[in-house]
């Protein structure tokens, strides 16, 4: 059972931050590691604050007379640790919608590519921005983001004030200059913003990039401590693909380039089979599969197995991919999806459950991005990344159980608090650190440009 123990503060002088009255979310210690964590809920709660970083779940009383610089009033509010996107393509938010009801090759080859070479480095600090702002929004926190210019991208982080695992991607058409500087990127940046910047290195895929580069990424990741963030066994389709060419599935050719022997995230795996559950689980370091199920259901892919997956000690996180194929960057709508999808797919009502998809979005989601003891959880020690959200809505009442409640009736729109590090970015569904309008009215003007596909160029070529 969830342990729900108060835990007082641990020094009687004024805190940074209290958030009082609420119910707070809280996670068995003592769970299995491989299986969901018991998720429970503590009424009339309070968390205390310091130094960016958690120091006590406990009761409203015990803190109704400690001194803070900031209280938040939660009642009739469910406090959660903030929710994890992780994998996305932040600045493609400025081709939200532009390429609808396609199959995959056709929106790669003659939209989506195409278009990414109008952007410049400007676009993408504008398309970074407005994503920070939609994904504050969305009670999201911490998000893995793997695209090009992605300085600009880093800027929008230190701003916005979130958190984000980042990597400049390269194919191998770039030549050694673009993995060079994807390294050059993730060692610059690493432990930017305050220590809210983490990077990774960011091939595109099996697919783009050669065995060759793959290799030698995966011998800069160990040289330099670095994991690294690639897309691999993205639908069924490139995993035949792969079995056809080369004899052997996306997974099997991350095993033989060594990036299982690395801290590594594999955006979407729905293309994994069973021939790739021992491979996976020989891995010698953390192995990490991003899901984001609305994503597969617009391209009519398969799910990603992640019953199979938590079977061998895999996490699996949840994602929403770019929004030019999600169209948001709702995680919260990511976590709903994931338990109705599993259901559908496994043909069992009983998985996946309100919990697990809980779970997912918070414990598992930090393990797949190597965060876990930092976020996911609202612990002492723990980071305070905190959302607050709304339980008075009539779409959400009555509750019979908060974790169906949170799950399958509330929505991303009844978070109304976002807290990073302490720091309350959204209060009452105002952002504090963006300026929305400014930002869309600027991305307005480059709309035109940006859709121009006349010149007959694309950055690369998609045939997986």
């Known amino acids: 059972m969830p342990d729900r123990t108060p835990h007082p503060p641990s020094r009687p002088d004024a805190a940074d931050l209290v958030i009082e009255g609420g119910t707070v979310l809280v996670h068995d210690d003592h769970g299995d590691r491989n299986g969901p964590h018991g998720i429970g809920f503590a009424e009339d709660a309070a968390v205390v604050v310091r130094d960016g970083r958690i120091d006590a779940v406990t009761t409203a009383a015990a803190v109704a007379d400690l ?44 939209r989506i590519w195409p278009a990414e070479t109008n952007l410049t480095d400007h676009d993408v600090r504008l398309g970074a921005l407005l994503a920070c702002a939609e994904l504050i929004r969305c009670g999201v926190t911490t998000f893995a983001d793997h695209y090009f210019a992605m300085d600009e991208v880093a800027h929008a982080v230190e701003v916005s004030g979130l958190r984000a695992d980042l990597g400049w991607a390269y194919f191998s058409s770039m030549g050694p200059a673009g993995r060079e500087r994807s390294l050059d990127f993730a060692l610059r940046r690493r432990g930017g913003a305050s220590g809210r910047i983490t990077t990774s290195l960011a091939p595109h895929a099996p697919y783009t990039v050669t065995d060759a580069d793959l290799r030698a990424t995966a011998g800069l990741a160990r040289d330099h401590g670095l994991p690294v963030h690639l897309h691999a066994a993205e639908n069924r389709e490139q995993t035949e693909h792969s079995l056809a060419r080369h004899g052997r599935t996306p997974i099997e050719t991350l095993h033989c380039t060594g990036l299982l022997d690395v801290d590594v995230l594999i955006a979407h795996g729905t293309g994994i089979l069973e021939r790739d559950l021992p491979v996976l689980g020989r891995a010698t370091a953390r192995v990490g599969v991003a899901t984001a199920p609305r994503g597969y259901l617009k391209f009519a892919w398969d799910p990603t197995p992640v019953r199979l997956l938590r079977s061998i000690g895999v996490p699996v996180g949840l994602a929403t991919d770019g929004a030019a194929s999600n169209n948001t960057l709702d995680v919260w709508e990511s976590m709903t999806l994931t338990a109705l999808v599993q259901k559908a797919a496994e043909r069992d009502p009983r998985w996946l459950t309100a919990r697990q998809a809980l779970d997912h979005a918070t414990t598992q989601s930090a393990r797949a991005l190597g965060l876990e003891g930092q976020v996911g959880r609202l612990a002492p020690g723990h980071r305070a ?12 009442q009555p509750v019979h159980d908060l974790a169906t409640a949170l799950v399958h009736s509330a929505r991303s729109g009844d978070v109304r608090t976002t807290v990073v590090d302490g720091r309350v970015l959204m209060r009452d569904r105002r952002l504090l650190t963006l300026d929305l309008p400014a930002i869309t009215a600027e991305i307005r003007t480059r709309l035109p440009a940006l859709l121009d596909r006349g010149h007959g160029n694309r950055v690369q070529r998609y045939d997986a």
């Open 385 to 396: 990344d905190i959302v607050l959200v709304d339980l008075t809505g009539p779409h959400v």
């Open 67 to 110: 001194p803070a610089a900031e209280r938040l009033d939660a009642r009739g509010q469910a406090v959660l640790p903030g929710l994890v996107n992780c994998h996305t393509h932040a600045p493609m938010v400025l081709f939200r919608g532009s390429a609808e009801d396609l199959p995959t090759e056709e929106w790669f080859n003659e």
